[in-house]
């Protein structure tokens, strides 16, 4: 069963760059699925960050795209988000997630971490 | 960008009552893009429907989903105090490749 785990730092100062790790276990990272970023600000609905594939095709919001960079390290099984120039308005339970393509049936995030909060402050 | 509405925000229920929650999209979605998830306080969301109606593994069957175009419904019947928590709905866009959620919709069992 995959299992995916985020890390990094739990505080950012403002204008500075926030950095999380996703370590998947239990499966590989180059399997047929998308990898995505998804975060919640507390007490708030969920927002899509971006994803990115194993050839490192990646995806991202349009909101979030000019700041936003997810990159893969194979050899880690793991992926990557950095977010640059970050406000209080990013502070956030940041998750990562798989998405499922299951054709023709559906698609869908089957898979989550369970969430790191970053805040941002000085 | 297709926008997901929920509704209602906020519902109160009562144990072995039927819960009936909405999402309406902004454009036509197909219905192997939609899904739904339950978010438990302090928890990570749960996948509970995808393609609009086919169950999760191990979702009972208290739990369906349905609809299609611009209107998707989460019926949960004989509701049970566990239930309590936020629903989201949740679409997939492929041109180019977009995921967006309704603002969830609260459930609350007295």
């Known amino acids: 069963q995959v299992q995916l785990q985020e890390s990094g730092p739990g505080l950012v100062k403002p204008s500075g760059t926030l950095s999380l790790t996703c370590a998947v276990s239990?499966?590989?990272?180059?399997?047929?699925?998308?990898w995505s970023w998804v975060r919640q600000p507390p007490g708030k609905g969920l927002e899509w960050i971006g994803e990115?594939?194993?050839?490192?095709?990646?995806n991202y919001n349009p909101s979030l795209k000019s700041r936003v960079t997810i990159s893969v390290d194979k050899s880690k099984n793991q992926f990557s988000l950095k977010l640059s120039s970050v406000t209080a308005a990013d502070t956030a339970l940041y998750y990562c997630?798989?998405?499922?393509?299951?054709?023709?049936?559906?698609?869908?995030?089957?898979?989550w971490g369970q969430g790191t909060l970053v805040t941002v402050s000085s | 960008e297709i926008v997901l509405t929920q509704s209602p925000g906020t519902l109160s229920l009562s144990p072995g009552e039927r819960a009936t929650l909405s999402c309406r999209a902004s454009?036509?979605?197909?219905?192997?893009?939609l899904a739904w998830y339950q978010q438990k306080p302090g928890q990570t969301p749960r996948l509970l429907i995808y393609?609009?109606?086919s169950r999760a593994t191990g979702i009972p069957d208290r739990f369906s989903g349905s609809g299609s175009g611009t209107d998707f419904t989460l019926t949960i019947s004989r509701l049970e105090p566990e239930d309590s928590a936020v629903f989201y709905c949740?679409?997939?866009?492929?041109?180019?490749?977009?995921?967006?959620f309704g603002q969830g919709t609260k459930l609350e069992i007295k």
């Open positions: 454009q036509s979605v197909g219905s192997r893009y």
């Open positions: 393609g609009a109606s």
């Open positions: 239990g499966g590989s990272i180059s399997s047929s699925n998308w």
């Open positions: 997630a798989r998405f499922k393509n299951e054709y023709p049936v559906g698609y869908y995030f089957d898979c």
């Open positions: 949740q679409q997939y866009g492929s041109s180019p490749p977009m995921y967006t």
């Open positions: 990115i594939y194993h050839s490192g095709s990646t």
